[in-house]
């Protein structure tokens, strides 16, 4: 509840603008439970990001290693991947932190390295399982995996970013995540 509530301030609010005294009252708690917990602002900014993407690298591990369907396997984590990059919240956070990074520019390392990186070491892990398996034959695979997520999620997430377009729905991301992944695994086909 804390985390969540927390993410809403951030993403509304904007960084500068949250205390901990909002985000307790939009969890519903003391603001001495919160701080019990989480002692200070820059920490509470960081625990959003890390819960959230907790939840979507243990998805990403679950759903990728089962079976040899590669495609489907690597369409399944593209649409996990796709629902975090495209998040409306998560877009809204981005924009906070890009309007704040000058005055707090720990924001966007923060972010960059708790959201941006792991994201992509997430999906290399999971792309260097598969050619582990023989399911592909690939060689750098923190590159391959930059490669995918800016296929998947690159131009709908500036379109978002920018206000230009909604974030896609869930119909449109399993349709871009159905298009990457066929042309990706016919390009890194270890011919098994």
Same mark, same amino acid.
Request: with cysteine; net charge positive; glycine share 8%.
């Given at each position: &509840?804390? @985390?969540?509530?927390?993410?809403? !301030?951030? +993403? =509304?609010?904007?960084?500068?603008?949250?205390?901990i005294e909002s985000v307790a009252r939009g969890a519903g708690? =003391?603001?001495?439970? %919160?701080?019990?917990?989480?002692?200070?602002?820059? *920490?509470?900014? #960081?625990?959003?990001?890390?819960?959230? %993407?907790?939840?979507?690298?243990?998805?990403?591990?679950?759903?990728?290693?089962?079976?040899?369907?590669? $495609?489907?396997? @690597?369409? !399944? *984590?593209?649409?996990?991947?796709? $629902?975090?990059?495209?998040? #409306?919240?998560?877009?809204?956070?981005?924009?906070?932190?890009?309007? !704040?990074s000058k005055n707090f520019p720990e924001l966007a390392q923060?972010?960059?390295?708790?959201?941006?990186?792991?994201? $992509?070491?997430? %999906?290399? =892990?999971?792309?260097?399982?598969?050619?582990?398996?023989? %399911?592909?034959?690939?060689?750098?695979?923190?590159?391959?995996?930059? &490669?995918?997520?800016? &296929?998947?999620?690159?131009?709908?997430?500036?379109?978002?970013?920018?206000?230009? +377009? +909604?974030?896609?729905?869930?119909? #449109? @991301?399993?349709r871009r995540a159905r298009m990457c992944a066929a042309l990706?695994?016919?390009?890194?086909? =270890?011919?098994?």
């Open positions: &509840m804390i @985390l969540d509530a927390a993410r809403h !301030e951030f +993403a =509304s609010a904007g960084y500068a603008a949250t205390s708690v =003391s603001t001495k439970t %919160l701080y019990r917990l989480i002692p200070n602002k820059a *920490a509470l900014f #960081e625990a959003t990001i890390t819960n959230r %993407l907790d939840r979507f690298a243990s998805q990403v591990r679950l759903k990728g290693c089962d079976g040899d369907d590669v $495609e489907t396997a @690597l369409r !399944e *984590a593209l649409i996990a991947c796709g $629902e975090l990059i495209l998040d #409306e919240d998560v877009i809204a956070l981005q924009r906070t932190i890009l309007g !704040e923060t972010f960059y390295q708790k959201a941006i990186r792991r994201t $992509e070491s997430t %999906l290399a =892990s999971w792309l260097k399982a598969q050619a582990a398996r023989g %399911l592909i034959a690939i060689g750098d695979v923190d590159v391959a995996a930059g &490669m995918l997520l800016g &296929m998947l999620a690159f131009q709908p997430q500036r379109a978002a970013l920018f206000g230009r +377009a +909604a974030v896609p729905s869930r119909k #449109e @991301l399993k990706f695994v016919k390009g890194v086909s =270890s011919g098994r």
